[in-house]
C-alpha cells in the first residue's frame, strides 16, 4: 500500500506540471543562443525561434521542436475534412490548406502541416502545433460553410478539428 501511494503522487505532480507548461516539445530548457536546427533551417535566436538570415549558420547544431515532432511523428493537431463535398473540391481545399500554412510560418516557424492524408471523401491533416488546425478548420468554414468542431486535451497538449459538409 505504501509503494502504492509514494508513486501515486508524483504522478499527480507531472500532470500539474505538463498543463502549466503546455507543449511538452517547447517545455524543456530554453537552448543557449544561438542555436540553428540542421533540418529546416530556423534558428533559436533573442529567446524565440526564428527565421534567420545566413548570419546565423555557424550557429550550433539543434533540432527546433518542429522537427522533433516530425521525427517522433507527434504531431499536435489533427484536422479531419471530410464528407461528400470533399472530393470534388479537393484542389481547392488542399490550396487553401497550404495558402493557410505559409501565413501562418512566416510569423509562427514552428507551425506547420506534417502531412496530407487521403482516403476516400476524407482528408487528414496533422500539425506540428494546436493553431495551424484551427486557422485551417476556421477558413474552411468561412469560404465553405460546412460543420467545424473542435476537441481539445490539454493534459496531452493535442487538438483535434473536425469539418465536414456534404452537400
Ligand atoms: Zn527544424
Redesign the pocket.
Known sequence: MKTISRMGRPQRRDRLVRERVHDPYRAREKPTEPAR??????AWHKGRWQWADDSLQDARAE??????R?RDAAPAGLLTIEGWFVPEHKEEIVGLVRRCEENERSTHP?NRIMSVREEGNTLEVSTTDIHLPRRIGEALAKAYDGRLSFHYAPEDYFLRVDWRRDV
Request: a positive charge.
Open positions: 536546427c540542421p533540418a529546416c533551417k530556423v533540432l527546433c521542436p518542429a522537427c522533433r516530425v514552428l
